[in-house]
């Protein structure tokens, strides 16, 4: 591992977005004997709402300049967050709870029994940062939330934390 670095791993956009409606689409049938119409509605609108368009995630990596960032793809956020560590050469900790995720795509990932954060979380961005003040002013100005959920660390081992630590490795 390469000199310690220090930089605050900050997302843009909500984990499992792009996955929760894939579902609420292809499912919507079933859904509507189970949830009200406009449950699903509202759901649809938020999913829609934490994600970032393609144009959003350019200005704002522009202006924030991150040391490195990875976009969420269809592995989802932890892939990213493995990544984000690779492309850093060093380990990182992050909060579970810290990572922005939408109660709809919870509860239609855990419907399909699909983990939402290694689900599509497409929309969403993964930043490691110096500055994590002047990151936030810079979102501000765009309107996109941005959320600390955690940091980079000196070994080499990445870790989400929640009631256990799970150590994340490459996807096979």
């Given amino acids: 591992m390469s000199q310690a670095k220090e930089y605050t791993i900050m997302m843009a956009g909500s984990a499992a977005c792009r996955a929760a409606l894939d579902i609420l689409?292809?499912?919507e049938e079933s859904l509507k004997k189970r949830y009200s119409r406009?449950?699903?509605t509202h759901a649809e609108e938020k999913l829609?709402?934490?994600m970032l368009s393609d144009k959003d995630t350019e200005?704002?990596?522009k202006d924030i300049s991150p040391e490195a960032f990875c976009l969420?793809?269809?592995?989802?956020v932890f892939a990213a967050l493995y990544m984000l560590g690779e492309k850093l050469d060093c380990g990182l900790k992050v909060k579970l709870k810290s990572i922005p995720i939408?109660?709809?795509a919870i509860e239609l990932c855990d419907l399909t029994d699909i983990n939402p954060y290694e689900s599509d979380s497409r929309g969403?961005?993964?930043l490691a940062v110096k500055n994590a003040g002047k990151a936030l002013e810079l979102s501000e100005k765009y309107g996109i939330a941005l959320y600390t959920i955690g940091f980079t660390s000196t070994?080499?081992?990445r870790i989400v934390a929640a009631d256990t630590e799970r150590y994340l490795t490459p996807r096979s």
Wanted: glycine letters at 8%.
């Fill in 124 to 126: 969403s961005v993964i």
């Fill in 38 to 40: 406009n449950y699903l």
């Fill in 102 to 104: 939408d109660q709809a």
């Fill in 25 to 27: 689409y292809s499912k």
């Fill in 155 to 157: 070994n080499n081992a």
């Fill in 59 to 61: 200005e704002l990596l």
């Fill in 48 to 50: 829609k709402s934490g």
């Fill in 72 to 76: 969420c793809e269809e592995d989802g």
